[in-house]
Protein backbone atom coordinates (compact mmCIF):
# COMPACT_ATOMS: atom_id res chain seq x y z
CA UNK A 1 0.00 0.00 0.00
CA UNK A 2 1.49 3.44 -0.95
CA UNK A 3 1.22 6.25 1.95
CA UNK A 4 -1.33 8.01 -0.49
CA UNK A 5 -3.91 5.56 0.51
CA UNK A 6 -3.21 5.25 4.37
CA UNK A 7 -5.76 5.75 6.29
CA UNK A 8 -5.95 9.49 8.23
CA UNK A 9 -6.44 10.16 12.10
CA UNK A 10 -10.28 10.77 11.05
CA UNK A 11 -10.43 7.31 9.08
CA UNK A 12 -8.67 5.55 12.05
CA UNK A 13 -11.27 6.82 14.90
CA UNK A 14 -13.94 6.21 12.60
CA UNK A 15 -12.55 2.58 12.33
CA UNK A 16 -12.81 2.43 16.20
CA UNK A 17 -15.68 3.21 16.23
CA UNK A 18 -17.43 1.10 13.70
CA UNK A 19 -15.25 -1.89 15.05
CA UNK A 20 -15.57 -1.24 18.57
CA UNK A 21 -14.57 -5.02 20.03
CA UNK A 22 -11.35 -5.49 17.33
CA UNK A 23 -7.84 -5.19 19.32
CA UNK A 24 -5.78 -2.35 17.84
CA UNK A 25 -3.57 -5.08 16.31
CA UNK A 26 -5.79 -6.58 13.91
CA UNK A 27 -7.71 -3.21 13.29
CA UNK A 28 -4.41 -1.49 12.45
CA UNK A 29 -3.40 -4.27 10.11
CA UNK A 30 -6.81 -4.09 8.59
CA UNK A 31 -6.11 -0.68 8.03
CA UNK A 32 -2.45 -1.30 5.98
CA UNK A 33 -1.07 0.47 9.24
CA UNK A 34 1.41 -0.68 12.03
CA UNK A 35 -0.16 -0.02 15.93
CA UNK A 36 1.84 2.24 16.69
CA UNK A 37 0.37 4.71 14.05
CA UNK A 38 -2.82 3.22 15.15
CA UNK A 39 -2.13 4.17 18.30
CA UNK A 40 -0.95 7.56 17.44
CA UNK A 41 -4.60 8.47 16.00
CA UNK A 42 -6.14 8.92 19.65
CA UNK A 43 -2.86 11.08 21.43
CA UNK A 44 -4.91 13.90 23.10
CA UNK A 45 -7.72 11.22 23.61
CA UNK A 46 -6.73 8.21 25.88
CA UNK A 47 -2.87 8.05 24.67
CA UNK A 48 -0.08 10.71 25.59
CA UNK A 49 3.28 9.83 23.99
CA UNK A 50 6.17 8.82 26.09
CA UNK A 51 10.03 8.83 26.07
CA UNK A 52 11.09 5.10 25.46
CA UNK A 53 13.82 5.56 28.37
CA UNK A 54 14.80 2.24 29.66
CA UNK A 55 17.18 3.36 31.82
CA UNK A 56 14.14 5.52 33.57
CA UNK A 57 11.18 3.23 33.04
CA UNK A 58 12.57 -0.19 34.44
CA UNK A 59 13.97 1.02 37.51
CA UNK A 60 11.17 2.93 38.31
CA UNK A 61 8.81 0.43 36.94
CA UNK A 62 10.22 -2.13 40.01
CA UNK A 63 8.84 0.62 42.46
CA UNK A 64 5.07 -0.24 40.83
CA UNK A 65 5.12 -3.64 42.22
CA UNK A 66 2.85 -6.57 40.49
CA UNK A 67 2.34 -5.98 36.84
CA UNK A 68 1.32 -7.76 33.80
CA UNK A 69 4.54 -7.88 30.98
CA UNK A 70 3.72 -8.72 27.30
CA UNK A 71 5.96 -9.72 24.57
CA UNK A 72 5.12 -11.08 21.04
CA UNK A 73 5.98 -11.99 17.65
CA UNK A 74 3.71 -12.49 14.55
CA UNK A 75 2.10 -15.99 15.95
CA UNK A 76 2.83 -16.00 19.40
CA UNK A 77 2.19 -13.98 22.95
CA UNK A 78 3.76 -14.38 25.93
CA UNK A 79 2.59 -12.86 29.21
CA UNK A 80 3.69 -13.28 32.96
CA UNK A 81 2.88 -11.18 35.92
CA UNK A 82 5.10 -10.13 38.42
CA UNK A 83 7.32 -7.58 39.55
CA UNK A 84 10.30 -6.19 37.61
CA UNK A 85 13.24 -7.58 39.62
CA UNK A 86 16.89 -6.84 39.09
CA UNK A 87 17.02 -4.68 35.78
CA UNK A 88 20.44 -4.17 34.35
CA UNK A 89 21.44 -1.47 31.85
CA UNK A 90 23.79 -2.30 28.73
CA UNK A 91 24.23 -0.48 25.78
CA UNK A 92 23.72 -3.36 23.23
CA UNK A 93 21.70 -5.39 25.72
CA UNK A 94 19.56 -5.11 29.00
CA UNK A 95 18.37 -7.23 31.06
CA UNK A 96 15.45 -7.71 33.64
CA UNK A 97 15.98 -10.78 36.30
CA UNK A 98 13.13 -11.08 38.23
CA UNK A 99 11.72 -14.42 39.46
CA UNK A 100 8.40 -14.41 37.41
CA UNK A 101 9.25 -11.59 34.77
CA UNK A 102 12.99 -12.61 32.96
CA UNK A 103 13.84 -10.72 29.81
CA UNK A 104 16.64 -9.87 27.33
CA UNK A 105 16.09 -6.55 26.35
CA UNK A 106 17.98 -4.95 23.01
CA UNK A 107 17.58 -1.12 23.32
CA UNK A 108 18.10 -0.04 19.68
CA UNK A 109 14.81 -1.31 19.06
CA UNK A 110 12.70 0.10 20.91
CA UNK A 111 12.33 3.80 19.47
CA UNK A 112 8.32 5.08 20.11
CA UNK A 113 6.35 4.91 23.82
CA UNK A 114 3.11 5.67 24.61
CA UNK A 115 0.77 5.12 27.57
CA UNK A 116 -2.64 3.97 27.28
CA UNK A 117 -5.82 4.62 29.68
CA UNK A 118 -8.17 2.92 27.87
CA UNK A 119 -11.76 3.12 28.95
CA UNK A 120 -13.46 -0.23 29.21
CA UNK A 121 -16.91 -1.42 29.11
CA UNK A 122 -17.42 -2.14 32.35
CA UNK A 123 -16.73 1.11 33.57
CA UNK A 124 -13.08 0.06 34.07
CA UNK A 125 -9.72 1.57 33.53
CA UNK A 126 -6.74 -0.69 31.13
CA UNK A 127 -3.62 1.12 31.64
CA UNK A 128 -0.79 0.01 30.00
CA UNK A 129 2.70 1.20 28.55
CA UNK A 130 3.65 0.28 24.93
CA UNK A 131 6.81 0.10 23.24
CA UNK A 132 7.27 -0.41 19.36
CA UNK A 133 10.24 -0.15 16.62
CA UNK A 134 11.28 2.41 14.11
CA UNK A 135 7.99 0.44 11.79
CA UNK A 136 5.47 0.83 14.52
CA UNK A 137 5.53 -2.77 15.47
CA UNK A 138 4.91 -3.94 19.07
CA UNK A 139 8.06 -4.82 20.93
CA UNK A 140 6.86 -5.06 24.38
CA UNK A 141 3.86 -3.69 27.08
CA UNK A 142 3.32 -3.39 30.38
CA UNK A 143 0.16 -3.34 31.68
CA UNK A 144 -1.25 -2.60 35.09
CA UNK A 145 -3.35 -5.01 37.89
CA UNK A 146 -4.93 -4.68 40.95
CA UNK A 147 -2.00 -5.03 42.76
CA UNK A 148 -0.16 -2.27 40.81
CA UNK A 149 0.69 1.39 42.81
CA UNK A 150 -0.87 3.55 40.44
CA UNK A 151 0.90 6.74 42.11
CA UNK A 152 3.96 4.98 41.18
CA UNK A 153 2.62 3.78 37.89
CA UNK A 154 1.44 8.01 37.40
CA UNK A 155 4.91 8.96 38.14
CA UNK A 156 6.93 7.00 35.48
CA UNK A 157 4.35 8.40 33.18
CA UNK A 158 4.87 12.21 34.25
CA UNK A 159 8.38 11.47 33.82
CA UNK A 160 8.52 10.10 30.75
CA UNK A 161 5.85 12.25 29.16
CA UNK A 162 6.62 14.16 25.85
CA UNK A 163 4.85 16.80 23.94
CA UNK A 164 6.09 16.98 20.03
CA UNK A 165 4.74 16.83 17.09
CA UNK A 166 4.20 12.91 16.44
CA UNK A 167 6.89 10.12 15.53
CA UNK A 168 7.62 9.41 11.93
CA UNK A 169 7.39 5.70 11.09
CA UNK A 170 9.70 4.23 8.75
CA UNK A 171 8.03 1.83 6.16
CA UNK A 172 9.47 -1.38 6.55
CA UNK A 173 12.16 -2.64 4.33
CA UNK A 174 11.41 -5.69 1.19
CA UNK A 175 13.31 -9.23 2.95
CA UNK A 176 16.35 -9.26 0.98
CA UNK A 177 17.15 -12.61 -0.91
CA UNK A 178 19.57 -14.50 0.81
CA UNK A 179 22.69 -16.43 -0.98
CA UNK A 180 22.29 -19.97 -0.03
CA UNK A 181 25.42 -21.09 2.18
CA UNK A 182 28.62 -22.09 0.68
CA UNK A 183 29.78 -25.60 1.04
CA UNK A 184 32.78 -23.74 3.23
CA UNK A 185 30.21 -22.17 5.29
CA UNK A 186 28.27 -25.29 6.21
CA UNK A 187 31.55 -27.24 7.04
CA UNK A 188 32.28 -24.70 9.38
CA UNK A 189 28.34 -25.18 11.29
CA UNK A 190 28.55 -28.35 11.13
CA UNK A 191 32.23 -28.19 13.01
CA UNK A 192 31.55 -24.85 15.34
CA UNK A 193 27.89 -26.98 16.28
CA UNK A 194 29.56 -29.94 17.30
CA UNK A 195 32.82 -28.02 19.51
CA UNK A 196 30.19 -26.06 21.14
CA UNK A 197 30.75 -26.20 24.90
CA UNK A 198 27.32 -23.34 26.15
CA UNK A 199 24.12 -22.78 24.56
CA UNK A 200 25.19 -19.07 24.62
CA UNK A 201 27.39 -20.01 21.71
CA UNK A 202 24.78 -20.38 19.13
CA UNK A 203 24.48 -17.06 17.79
CA UNK A 204 27.60 -16.26 17.30
CA UNK A 205 27.72 -19.44 15.38
CA UNK A 206 25.46 -18.39 13.24
CA UNK A 207 27.16 -14.90 12.95
CA UNK A 208 30.44 -16.73 12.33
CA UNK A 209 28.71 -18.72 9.68
CA UNK A 210 26.39 -15.61 8.39
CA UNK A 211 23.78 -18.57 8.24
CA UNK A 212 20.13 -17.88 9.49
CA UNK A 213 18.85 -19.97 12.01
CA UNK A 214 16.17 -21.54 10.17
CA UNK A 215 18.47 -22.58 7.33
CA UNK A 216 21.23 -23.76 9.98
CA UNK A 217 18.59 -26.23 11.56
CA UNK A 218 17.78 -27.86 8.62
CA UNK A 219 21.09 -28.29 7.20
CA UNK A 220 23.05 -29.43 10.57
CA UNK A 221 21.39 -33.28 9.71
CA UNK A 222 19.74 -35.58 11.74
CA UNK A 223 22.08 -36.49 14.24
CA UNK A 224 21.41 -32.68 15.31
CA UNK A 225 18.10 -31.98 14.60
CA UNK A 226 15.09 -33.69 13.59
CA UNK A 227 11.73 -32.75 12.12
CA UNK A 228 8.52 -33.67 13.71
CA UNK A 229 4.96 -34.05 12.44
CA UNK A 230 2.36 -31.07 12.63
CA UNK A 231 0.51 -32.11 15.88
CA UNK A 232 3.83 -32.53 17.70
CA UNK A 233 3.56 -29.26 19.69
CA UNK A 234 -0.02 -30.61 20.76
CA UNK A 235 1.39 -33.76 22.24
CA UNK A 236 4.73 -31.76 24.14
CA UNK A 237 2.19 -29.66 25.69
CA UNK A 238 -0.37 -32.52 26.26
CA UNK A 239 2.40 -34.32 27.90
CA UNK A 240 4.03 -31.47 29.88
CA UNK A 241 0.63 -30.58 32.09
CA UNK A 242 -0.30 -34.24 32.52
CA UNK A 243 3.43 -34.92 33.80
CA UNK A 244 4.03 -31.30 35.36
CA UNK A 245 7.52 -31.38 33.79
CA UNK A 246 8.97 -27.48 34.06
CA UNK A 247 10.31 -25.81 31.16
CA UNK A 248 11.58 -23.01 30.07
CA UNK A 249 9.35 -20.99 27.43
CA UNK A 250 11.15 -18.13 25.03
CA UNK A 251 9.61 -15.81 22.52
CA UNK A 252 11.63 -13.36 21.19
CA UNK A 253 10.75 -10.04 18.69
CA UNK A 254 13.85 -8.07 17.32
CA UNK A 255 13.40 -5.78 20.60
CA UNK A 256 12.81 -8.34 23.38
CA UNK A 257 13.38 -11.98 24.63
CA UNK A 258 10.83 -13.09 27.58
CA UNK A 259 11.26 -16.09 28.98
CA UNK A 260 8.74 -18.46 31.30
CA UNK A 261 10.45 -20.81 33.78
CA UNK A 262 8.12 -23.38 35.61
CA UNK A 263 5.97 -26.27 34.53
CA UNK A 264 2.32 -25.39 32.35
CA UNK A 265 -0.98 -26.89 33.76
CA UNK A 266 -4.27 -25.78 31.51
CA UNK A 267 -4.02 -26.22 28.25
CA UNK A 268 -6.65 -25.19 25.55
CA UNK A 269 -7.44 -25.37 22.45
CA UNK A 270 -8.96 -22.32 20.77
CA UNK A 271 -9.70 -22.02 17.10
CA UNK A 272 -6.31 -22.22 15.35
CA UNK A 273 -4.80 -21.06 19.08
CA UNK A 274 -2.52 -23.42 21.72
CA UNK A 275 -3.17 -21.27 24.75
CA UNK A 276 -1.91 -21.93 27.89
CA UNK A 277 -3.74 -20.35 30.48
CA UNK A 278 -2.00 -20.76 34.08
CA UNK A 279 -2.29 -18.34 36.74
CA UNK A 280 0.68 -15.53 35.96
CA UNK A 281 1.45 -17.16 32.95
CA UNK A 282 -0.26 -17.18 29.73
CA UNK A 283 0.79 -18.24 26.22
CA UNK A 284 -0.83 -18.28 23.26
CA UNK A 285 0.66 -19.43 19.57
CA UNK A 286 -0.76 -19.46 16.48
CA UNK A 287 -0.91 -23.01 14.99
CA UNK A 288 -2.07 -22.55 11.51
CA UNK A 289 0.84 -20.31 10.69
CA UNK A 290 3.74 -22.80 12.08
CA UNK A 291 5.48 -24.31 8.94
CA UNK A 292 8.05 -26.11 10.69
CA UNK A 293 8.48 -28.16 14.20
CA UNK A 294 11.63 -29.50 15.23
CA UNK A 295 13.88 -31.32 17.99
CA UNK A 296 17.21 -29.76 18.03
CA UNK A 297 20.47 -31.17 19.85
CA UNK A 298 23.04 -28.49 21.30
CA UNK A 299 26.38 -30.38 22.92
CA UNK A 300 27.81 -28.78 26.17
CA UNK A 301 30.25 -29.41 28.55
CA UNK A 302 27.41 -30.51 30.83
CA UNK A 303 25.53 -33.14 28.41
CA UNK A 304 23.27 -32.38 25.09
CA UNK A 305 21.01 -29.94 25.71
CA UNK A 306 17.48 -30.64 23.10
CA UNK A 307 15.38 -28.07 22.64
CA UNK A 308 11.67 -27.59 20.65
CA UNK A 309 12.51 -25.00 17.87
CA UNK A 310 9.09 -23.80 15.81
CA UNK A 311 9.43 -21.84 12.72
CA UNK A 312 6.87 -20.19 10.87
CA UNK A 313 6.66 -19.82 6.82
CA UNK A 314 8.71 -16.36 6.78
CA UNK A 315 11.38 -18.56 8.72
CA UNK A 316 10.86 -16.72 11.79
CA UNK A 317 10.97 -18.32 15.22
CA UNK A 318 7.76 -18.48 16.81
CA UNK A 319 9.05 -20.14 19.82
CA UNK A 320 11.59 -21.95 21.52
CA UNK A 321 11.08 -24.80 24.81
CA UNK A 322 13.55 -26.21 26.48
CA UNK A 323 13.74 -28.31 29.99
CA UNK A 324 14.18 -26.16 33.08
CA UNK A 325 17.86 -26.53 33.98
CA UNK A 326 17.75 -23.88 36.30
CA UNK A 327 20.06 -25.23 39.47
CA UNK A 328 22.40 -27.25 37.68
CA UNK A 329 23.44 -29.74 35.75
CA UNK A 330 21.16 -32.47 33.99
CA UNK A 331 18.89 -33.82 36.97
CA UNK A 332 15.59 -35.58 37.49
CA UNK A 333 13.74 -32.99 35.98
CA UNK A 334 15.58 -32.73 32.90
CA UNK A 335 15.78 -36.43 32.33
CA UNK A 336 11.45 -36.12 32.50
CA UNK A 337 12.09 -33.30 29.89
CA UNK A 338 14.61 -35.67 27.36
CA UNK A 339 12.16 -38.30 27.35
CA UNK A 340 9.00 -36.44 26.71
CA UNK A 341 10.66 -34.90 23.71
CA UNK A 342 12.62 -38.04 22.36
CA UNK A 343 9.24 -39.61 21.99
CA UNK A 344 7.61 -36.98 20.08
CA UNK A 345 6.82 -38.46 17.24
CA UNK A 346 9.07 -37.60 13.58
CA UNK A 347 7.54 -35.95 10.44
Known amino acids: MNTTSLPDTAAIKDARRNNPKMRERDLATQLGISEARFLDAFVGDHVERIEPDLDVFFPMLNAAGEVMALSRNVNAVHEKTGIYEKFSAGKHASMVLGKDIDLRIFPKHWRH???????????????????????????????????????????????????????????????????????????????????????????????????????????????????????????????????????????????????????????????PWLNVLDSGFHLHLRKDQFAAIWIVRKPTKSGDIYSIEVFDDRDEQVILINGDRRGGDVNERVSRWDAIVGALPRA
Open 113 to 271: GYHVAKPLGDGSMQRSFQFFDAHGDAVHKVFAREATDIEQWNLIRDRLRKGDAGPVFKAAAAAKPTDAPTDEAISTLRETWAGMEDTHQFQAMLRKTRIARHDAIRLIGEDCAERLTDDALDILFDRLSDEQVPIMAFVRNPGILQIHSGPVRNIKQVG
